[in-house]
């Protein structure tokens, strides 16, 4: 189905938006993401794991050193414990794929064990933090790809609710810290997924220097937008900003995750 730059942009802020001469099919693919958490049985078609894999190894990678992997899971009652770990999150265990992405160090490790190199970089926060930002990139390469073949995904978060539960039923090794899961599958079209708008780019697009003039404005907008959103979608219509406060405003909101300098620390990342 074809949709105009404006219909699409509109779908994505809520709102008219200016005409644009700039589109193509990358962009359109790239607007009308949304997070899919229904899928069929229908399996993926033989070859889909690789070429996902294949956009993923071609995004950027710091230094070029590919400091990330991914574990495929596939096996049923392994996405069920994954499911289980994740808050019970029921798609995890539907979805044909799970792909654990995975900010990797131990290959650099081992390479330095190899050869007899003493890889002193390898426990700053800054060596762990490219890992992460590495293993995010691949991954959002994995969405896009999968998006433009028209399968659905919804990245896992709450992987990291268990991270050392996991890591023990991936054999991770030290130095392999599971950033979030990812699952794919064909969406469902008897659940479809809404496309869900964002903030109004007058309140995260700043030119020259930061600038909040039109911040508190936009987001009185947004969160009307956000509320009929929830509305047409029968969520609790409680608007956007209410949600960020629940989310941040209590350490509860972040499901165990609290402790991630000391998770971090067991599985082989100590944030020097
Ligand atoms: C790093 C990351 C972790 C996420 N974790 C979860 C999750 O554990 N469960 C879930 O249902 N959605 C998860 N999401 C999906 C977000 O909730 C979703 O992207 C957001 O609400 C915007 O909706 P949209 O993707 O449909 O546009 C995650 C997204 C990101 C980027």
Redesign the pocket.
């Known amino acids: 189905m074809q949709t105009s730059p404006e219909a699409a942009l509109h779908a994505r802020y809520g709102a008219e938006q200016a005409p644009t001469a700039v589109w193509n099919d990358v962009i359109a693919t790239l607007l009308a993401?949304?997070?899919v958490?229904a899928f069929t049985d229908a399996p993926l078609p033989a070859g889909t794991l690789e070429i996902l894999v294949a956009a993923a190894q071609s995004a950027a990678t710091s230094s070029n050193m590919q400091t990330w992997s991914v574990v495929a899971v596939e096996d049923a009652g392994r996405k069920a414990l994954l499911a289980e770990w994740?808050g019970r999150?029921a798609h995890v265990a539907h979805a044909p794929l799970v792909l654990v992405w995975l900010a990797d160090l131990s290959r650099a490790a081992r390479i330095g064990a190899a050869r007899g190199h003493d890889m002193v970089a390898l426990p700053y926060t800054e060596t762990a933090m490219v890992a992460m930002i590495d293993a995010a990139l691949a991954a959002q390469n994995a969405t896009v790809a999968a998006e433009s073949l028209g399968l659905g995904t919804?990245?896992?978060?709450?992987l990291r609710n268990r991270p050392e539960d996991v890591a023990a039923e991936l054999y991770l090794p030290a130095q392999c810290f599971p950033v979030?899961g990812l699952c794919v599958g064909w969406p469902d079209p008897s659940h479809p997924?809404p496309l869900?708008p964002r903030l109004p780019q007058s309140v995260v697009l700043h030119r020259e220097r930061y600038d909040t003039t039109h911040e508190a404005d936009g987001i009185a907008v947004y969160d009307e937008r956000f509320t009929a959103h929830q509305q047409a979608e029968g969520i609790r219509p409680v608007g956007w900003s209410s949600r960020v406060l629940d989310r941040l405003g209590a350490v509860r909101g972040l499901n165990g995750r609290e402790r991630m300098r000391t998770v971090l620390a067991a599985l082989g990342f100590p944030l020097d």
């Open positions: 993401h949304r997070s958490r994740s999150q919804v990245y896992l978060g709450a979030f997924s869900r």
